[in-house]
């Protein structure tokens, strides 16, 4: 079957960084997005791997390893608005997307 | 640019009403549009896939004949709730894309339907 594996809810420090790994079994793979949603609102579009390594986006990274079924999003000097849910969702061989729960961040002061 | 405009964004409405929500992309041709449920706390869930000009493809347990889905443009999406019952409430997101099938998807802002 298909999985989606993050953990659920973190907590991290206004200016601090914080990583969030997904790590995920699909019936073939064509790349994994990686969204914000803010509680009550639509997701937003974050970042698209498709090779392994690391891309970066301004304060955020998302890196695959695509032998190892996994990827993890990079959030560098946190700020209270990044509090929100982040989906990692695989693109499988349908190019359908694959969404799971999402990792809910909470950012204190 | 790839801004999706969803509307409305909330409905209140009495059981057995039928409610229609447009999808629009408004700077790109979008030749494929979801539409996906959200319930609290839930990842999202998928309801059904559109291509310009042809009909829907429901997900498995989607009921095609209560939520009509038309693709008429390459920018107009429109979902109806046919007689909607208060187990219909629920958040409900369009997105599109535009180009290959690796492209992100763009969501509108949702739409919150209550059911009373």
């Known amino acids: 079957g298909q999985n989606i594996d993050q953990p659920t809810e973190m907590t991290a420090t206004e200016g601090a960084i914080v990583q969030i790994n997904c790590t995920y079994q699909?019936?073939?793979?064509?790349?994994l997005f990686w969204y914000q949603q803010h509680a009550g609102e639509a997701p937003t579009f974050l970042s698209y791997?498709?090779l392994d390594g690391l891309e970066e986006k301004g304060r955020f990274s998302s890196f695959l390893s695509r032998s190892k079924g996994y990827s993890y999003l990079l959030l560098k000097e946190l700020q209270m608005k990044d509090s929100a849910s982040y989906l990692c969702?695989?693109?499988?061989?349908?190019?359908?997307?694959?969404w799971g729960a999402g990792t809910k961040l909470i950012i204190k002061p | 640019g790839a801004v999706v405009s969803q509307h409305p964004s909330w409905v209140i409405c009495k059981s057995g009403t039928s409610v229609k929500i447009e999808c629009r992309s408004l700077?790109?041709?979008?030749?494929?549009m979801f539409w996906y449920r959200q319930f609290p706390k839930q990842s999202l869930m998928l309801m059904a896939t559109?291509?310009?000009?042809?009909?829907?493809?429901?997900e498995q347990g989607v009921e095609k004949d209560k939520f009509l889905i038309n693709h008429a443009s390459l920018t107009l999406s429109t979902l109806t709730v046919t007689s909607a019952h208060p187990e219909d409430s629920s958040f409900y997101i369009c997105?599109?894309?535009?180009?290959?099938?690796?492209?992100?998807?763009?969501f509108g802002d949702g739409t919150r339907l209550s059911i009373l």
């Open positions: 997105s599109a894309r535009g180009g290959g099938e690796n492209q992100p998807q763009h």
């Open positions: 969702a695989p693109l499988d061989s349908n190019y359908q997307l694959i």
């Open positions: 700077d790109f041709q979008a030749t494929t």
């Open positions: 699909t019936s073939g793979f064509n790349g």
């Open positions: 559109s291509n310009e000009g042809s009909k829907a493809t429901y």
């Open positions: 791997n498709v």
